[in-house]
Nanobody, 130 residues
Framework: ELLVESGGGSVKTGESLTLSCEAA????????MAWFRQAPGAGREGVAV???????DYADSVKGRFTISQDNAKKILYLQMNNLKPEDTGVYYC?????????????????????????WGQGTQVSVSA
């Protein structure tokens, strides 16, 4: 497995979780790294991305609550999730795509791009109860 997520679990509204994604075979300076999630019965959506130069972007629904970061030495991607809400429930996936595959800033969390040209982890479940 190129990408291995961990850190999911069951929490209550307002609590926090930190997800990790081990990417031992990748060089972060060559890749955009992202977190996607898939709620029950819904499609997969982009949550956060960190570009190969360290710039970050977030879905509007998580701005101010989630923080994406990476440890370049350990080759681990993180997603710090604070003030969790029931609507954050879902399977969270780590994904990577080569920087050269990104056609422009509008595509940094494009699901189709990561699906056709990227790599995915197996996912980790996050459940938030009221």
């Amino acid at each position: 497995e190129l990408l291995v997520e961990s850190g999911g679990g069951s929490v209550k509204t307002g609590e926090s979780l930190t997800l990790s994604c081990e990417a031992a075979a990748l060089t972060f300076s060559d890749y955009y790294m992202a977190w996607f999630r898939q709620a029950p019965g819904a499609g997969r959506e982009g949550v956060a991305v960190i570009e190969n130069d360290g710039n970050t972007d977030y879905a509007d629904s998580v701005k101010g609550r989630f923080t994406i970061s990476q440890d370049n030495a350990k080759k681990i991607l993180y997603l710090q999730m604070n003030n969790l809400k029931p609507e954050d429930t879902g399977v969270y996936y780590c994904a990577a795509v080569e920087e050269t595959s990104i056609p422009g800033p509008w595509a940094t969390m494009d699901l189709g791009l990561y699906t056709t040209r990227g790599f995915w982890g197996q996912g980790t479940q996050v459940s938030v109860s009221a």
